[in-house]
């Protein structure tokens, strides 16, 4: 093949809500973006450091009894409803739409999530690696208006030292990575840079988005590598995550 005749790697890989992998019990739907629990997704085990992305909707009065997680950053952004969290550390806490909570395993934590409201509560649940292992377990939540996100994309947790000293509030993540969160009005962009050697993972929690180009729907999601910037639309409004990322090998 001659370099006139090469194809470009596209750089904007849409991943529709309908093609990721799936669980299901009486109390929990879960779909996954990663290879989870034994179930095949559409991006495999990783993209970069981020190791999980589901997509979760729990009953009204269930949720996962107390289970143990260690050396993973798990970020919960709860989309409707909301979550209550309790470890073995005497940390509880509820977290309401719209609000994050990050939780290090570090060297090992038990945990219960549980859905104590009236009505289902579906939720991102987020792991990404820390850059080191053995941590000292933690945990933390924080809210973060949606007017606050109107119209640009607000750090919600961080390890990156600029974006934290810039935005205090962004919860730590132990990893050189931010999660950021916006909300678009109709007919509205934003445009994020992607610098040398960062990858960005994007999920369209409601509404209709294209990212650089590239239409989603709710729910899905897209993975962004080889490119400096990523530009974001929307035409009816859009409620977007976007995880900026180290890339595993540099670019």
């Known amino acids: 093949m001659t370099a006139a005749t090469a194809k470009v790697e596209k750089t904007t890989h849409v991943i529709p809500f309908d093609r990721l992998g799936r669980y299901g019990a009486d109390w929990l739907d879960s779909r996954f973006h990663f290879n989870f629990s034994g179930v095949a997704a559409p991006m495999g085990f990783s993209f970069g450091p981020l190791r999980v992305w589901n997509d979760d909707t729990i009953k009204p009065h269930s949720g996962f009894p107390m289970h143990g997680h260690r050396d993973m950053e798990i970020i919960t952004y709860v989309r409707r409803g909301a979550i209550t969290h309790e470890d073995n550390l005497g940390n509880r806490g509820r977290t309401p739409a719209g609000d994050v909570q990050v939780m290090s395993a570090g060297t090992g934590i038990m945990h219960a999530e549980w859905n ?3 009505e289902p509560t579906h939720l ?19 809210q973060f208006p949606r ?7 607000l750090p919600l947790a961080s390890g990156e030292e600029a974006i934290r000293t810039a935005n205090p509030e962004a919860l730590l ?11 678009l009005k109709a007919g509205n962009g934003v445009r994020h840079e992607l610098p040398e050697g960062r990858i960005a993972y994007v999920v369209l929690a409601d509404g209709d988005a294209t990212v650089n180009g590239e239409a989603l ?35």
Request: glycine share 6%; proline share 5%.
């Open 116 to 118: 104590e409201e009236n």
């Open 124 to 142: 991102f649940q987020i792991w990404v690696e820390p850059r080191q292992a053995n941590l000292k377990p933690r945990w933390a939540q924080a």
């Open 147 to 153: 007017d606050d996100r109107a119209g640009k994309l």
């Open 173 to 183: 993540i132990h990893q050189d990575a931010t999660l950021y969160g916006a909300m």
């Open 217 to 251: 729907k709710t729910r899905d999601g897209a993975a962004v590598f080889h490119t400096d910037a990523l530009d974001i639309a929307t035409k009816n409004g859009a409620e977007i995550l976007l995880f900026d990322l180290p890339h595993p090998q540099g670019r």
